[in-house]
């Protein structure tokens, strides 16, 4: 079979060409330090890549969800830690109040206090976490408790569930529903802002044979707040645990990616340097493989 010039230059060139496209990926491979910079490099590689993105996308938001949860349920539990403790402080005056040994003077100023102790517990049920009031439900954007001891107390939360998603189908309440603490259509017995108004009015008239009762009430009403903050706490861990489990799958995720897309720099180097110098070679071979035209050596 006769070889011709111009079939020997048609092989060279489609040869040189793979040859500088081989270069070129490699120095692409050199510059990002990925070893798949295009689907064709690496068709299954590339899909692993992709979904393993994906993966970790999902798993940063779950991140976010979790730690958000938790600085949001954080706010609330300080809060109910608060209230805890002014409840602690109108208790220990009540208790004081029904010792038999108090004049109406004595139960006047109670009062005063009691009443002050009350305007501060209104200002931890309309608590706020930036422009969301955290215990309103889903009518976050209005304060939940209005009112005072004189025109009586208002409850203009809800007991709508906040959920986040701490995962593929794993939900968290992030919000602490208080309603049945603070519910004004709730019974005597358990309505917080009730029986705190009917201790204030008792304290101010001198109502002594009604104390025993409102202290009964107020100690169910403690109770009531005691696990509010024991199930604040239990979402609490499980937001903390979450974000544990979530930033060691982060992780391990991330080093699977690395796996897929570093590209072994040492090796690429010495590819680099190898195909440069075949490169060089090739456009030589290529010089002294074509003959000079005519055209080439006239003057």
Do not use: C, H
């Amino acid at each position: 079979m006769r070889v011709t010039t111009f079939g020997m230059t048609a092989n060279y060139l489609n040869d040189l060409t793979n040859i500088m496209q081989k270069l070129q990926n490699t120095e692409q491979e050199a510059s990002t330090g990925n070893r798949i910079n295009q689907p064709s490099d690496d068709p299954v590689g590339y899909s692993a890549d992709v979904a393993t993105q994906s993966m970790i996308k999902n798993t940063q938001q779950w991140i976010n969800n979790a730690k958000f949860a938790t600085s949001s349920m954080q706010v609330a539990s300080d809060a109910i830690g608060s209230l805890q403790s002014m409840l602690g402080k109108i208790r220990t005056q009540l208790v004081t109040a029904t010792n038999g040994t108090n004049t109406p003077q004595d139960l006047q100023q109670m009062a005063t206090v009691v009443k002050q102790y009350i305007g501060s517990v209104q200002s931890i049920a309309n608590t706020s976490n930036g422009e969301q009031y955290i215990f309103a439900g889903t009518n976050g954007n209005s304060a939940p408790l209005s009112g005072d001891v004189t025109s009586g107390f208002l409850w203009g939360g809800n007991n709508k569930s906040q959920n986040t998603n701490i995962g593929n189908g794993t939900k968290l309440q992030v919000n602490t529903d208080v309603s049945a603490v603070f519910n004004g259509n709730s019974s005597a017995s358990q309505n917080l802002m009730k029986n705190l108004t009917n201790i204030y009015q008792d304290l101010s008239a001198g109502n002594q044979s009604n104390l025993q009762t409102d202290l009964g009430n107020l100690d169910s009403n403690i109770s009531n707040v005691t696990a509010v903050q024991s199930d604040l706490g239990g979402r609490m861990d499980r937001a903390q645990a979450a974000n544990s489990q979530l930033s060691s799958m982060l992780l391990t995720l991330q080093n699977q990616q690395s796996q897929l897309q570093d590209a072994n720099m040492a090796d690429v180097i010495t590819s680099l340097t190898r195909e440069q110098t075949v490169y060089t070679a090739a456009l030589n071979v290529g010089a002294k493989m074509i003959l000079p035209t005519l055209a080439s050596v006239l003057p």
